[in-house]
């Protein structure tokens, strides 16, 4: 058989080939395609959301300091807000533990009904707190707690804590002293997510 032959015959195989594939080939979802958010944790923010920066007494991925756990005092760490949307009007952080052994748990839940920049350590643990100008909600944590928890993983693995804020251009009628379910279901309304214009996160590390 010449190379021309051979050359033809191959030619054909590798088209029957390919339009068997092409035509076992699942077709893209549409919902995937067009998604319109990103999940963080259990939770989802839309693209569209501006990145802005918050600071912990600690660095992203490092080690969260013993203070702020149950091996210490386990008082709620300070946080500073910077560059928030011009736009912002209230700020909700979750603290959440995506390891634990039952799966997604919260440690803090504090809603902050103004354009804070920041907010002190060792906020009292009850409904609300007040500051100088402000009062700021908490609701339960995981815990069965009002206002913060600090990490107490069991022995052994190392969790990681997701320390998540979102901006809001709208002040929101949140009661005090708000569960986990409450919450979940107010960021899944389509109306809540269409106003969170930012979002920063910082994950803490830790294990006992």
Same mark, same amino acid.
């Given at each position: 058989?010449?190379? /021309?032959? $051979?050359?033809?015959?191959? !030619? +054909?195989? %590798? ?7 092409? =035509?076992?080939? &699942? ?43 149950? /091996?210490? $005092?386990?008082?709620?760490? !300070? +946080?500073? %807000? ?7 009007? =209230?700020?909700? &952080? ?115």
């Amino acid at each position: 058989m010449d190379i /021309k032959k $051979i050359a033809t015959i191959l !030619a +054909i195989v %590798f088209i029957a080939v390919g339009i068997i594939l092409l =035509s076992k080939q &699942v077709p893209v979802s549409i919902k995937e395609s067009k998604k319109s958010y990103i999940t963080i944790g259990s939770f989802k923010i839309p693209k569209n959301a501006s990145y802005f920066s918050i600071k912990l007494p600690f660095e992203n991925n490092s080690r969260i300091p013993d203070i702020y756990t149950c /091996k210490n $005092i386990d008082v709620s760490p !300070a +946080i500073r %807000f910077e560059n928030l949307p011009n736009s912002t009007k =209230s700020i909700l &952080v979750i603290v959440e533990d995506p390891d634990a052994p039952s799966g997604s748990f919260i440690h803090w839940i504090l809603y902050i009904p103004d354009k804070l920049d920041y907010v002190p350590e060792a906020l009292a643990k009850s409904d609300m707190v007040a500051l100088e100008n402000i009062t700021l909600y908490q609701g339960f944590n995981d815990f069965g707690e009002l206002g913060y928890r600090g990490p107490c993983p069991p022995p052994g693995k190392e969790h990681r804590y997701i320390f998540l804020a979102l901006a809001f251009d709208k002040i929101f009628d949140i009661m005090p002293a708000f569960t986990k379910e409450y919450i979940l279901n107010f960021l899944n309304n389509e109306s809540t997510m269409n106003h969170i214009i930012g979002y920063s996160y910082i994950i803490g590390l830790f294990s006992t």
